[in-house]
């Protein structure tokens, strides 16, 4: 994805959605420590933490970011917690679950969960942008959705996209992204 594209998406969701509290954007020093920790991440990520920070949707979806405080939430914290829960309930089940998690090749990075406890992951690797996969609370099967964290979050808000995991009342209208700490 250019960041032409990542720019005009971020914008589109800033129209639809506009931010709640004022953030600062990182420095790309700031930037580049946390990509020391986690690897290459999305540019529409980067776009979407810099303008909006670490926020939930509707107060039910939370976005991962690795500027929040140290636990719950914090992008580098929940990446040791997802992919240690996706290792356990993957286990003896790969022929149910392929994906890998990170640090394999091509493995899932998880970016954010829901307060019914899904996680959504990108699949890391060969395709540019990296699919978003959603994994219900404790269930081993997942659904690939090929658009961007911010291409998902619009068509959510505007319920062109629908999660079956996620409940019939998510999203409300007018959504708003609210502060998560």
């Known amino acids: 994805m250019s960041s032409a594209e990542s ?3 971020i914008e589109s969701l800033l129209e639809l959605i506009p931010p709640t509290n004022a953030v600062d954007a990182r420095s790309s020093d700031e930037w580049a420590g946390v990509i020391a920790a986690t690897g290459p991440l999305p540019p529409d990520y980067t776009a979407f933490i810099d303008r909006y920070g670490f926020v939930r949707l509707d107060d039910f979806l939370m976005i991962y ?9 914090n992008l580098i914290d929940q990446m040791a917690i997802d992919l240690d829960a996706y290792r ?6 790969e022929d149910e ?3 890998p998690p990170l640090p394999e090749p091509g493995g899932l990075l998880p970016l954010g969960r829901s307060d019914n406890g899904d996680v959504l992951f990108w699949l890391t690797g060969g395709d540019d942008p ?5 994994i219900g609370e404790g269930d081993r099967r997942h659904t690939r959705l090929d658009l961007t964290l911010v291409e998902l979050l619009r068509r959510l808000v505007t319920s062109e996209v629908v999660l079956d995991v996620f ?4 999203p409300r209208g ?3 992204f ?3 700490i």
């Open 7 to 9: 720019t005009s998406g």
């Open 65 to 73: 970011s690795p500027f929040a405080p140290p636990g719950p939430g």
């Open 174 to 176: 007018p959504s708003q």
């Open 97 to 99: 679950m392929p994906l």
């Open 178 to 180: 609210v502060p998560a």
């Open 130 to 134: 990296w699919p978003i996969i959603v």
């Open 88 to 93: 356990t309930l993957r286990l003896g089940h």
């Open 167 to 170: 409940p019939s009342s998510f």
